[in-house]
């Protein structure tokens, strides 16, 4: 799922895959693709304070984070 994630955000795949796994923060360029094409906050991204999110979004966040366990 990440490929088509990073070619809709514009970011490369080796850059979330670092992001996720904790080994180096996304960069500011990177982050500001993901704000563009989702609607995400640099707070989110960077705080993950999801005071600001679009509606829709904070919704299908917290299904994720629910199915995740």
């Known amino acids: ?5 990073a070619r809709l ?4 795949i080796s850059a979330l895959n670092n992001a996720e796994t904790g080994d ?3 960069g500011i360029d ?3 693709g993901i ?3 989702t609607g995400a ?7 993950g304070n999801r ?3 679009p ?6 966040i917290e299904k994720i984070e629910k199915s995740l366990g």
């Not at 799922?1 to 994630?5: A, D, M, N, R």
Request: charged share 20%; with cysteine.
């Open 51 to 53: 005071d600001g999110l």
């Open 24 to 26: 180096a923060r996304i």
């Open 41 to 47: 906050t640099l707070d989110y991204i960077y705080l």
């Open 30 to 32: 990177n982050a500001m």
């Open 55 to 60: 509606y829709l979004l904070a919704i299908e």
């Open 35 to 37: 704000c563009r094409a």
């Open 9 to 12: 955000v514009g970011v490369g």
């Open 1 to 5: 799922k990440q490929s088509p994630f």
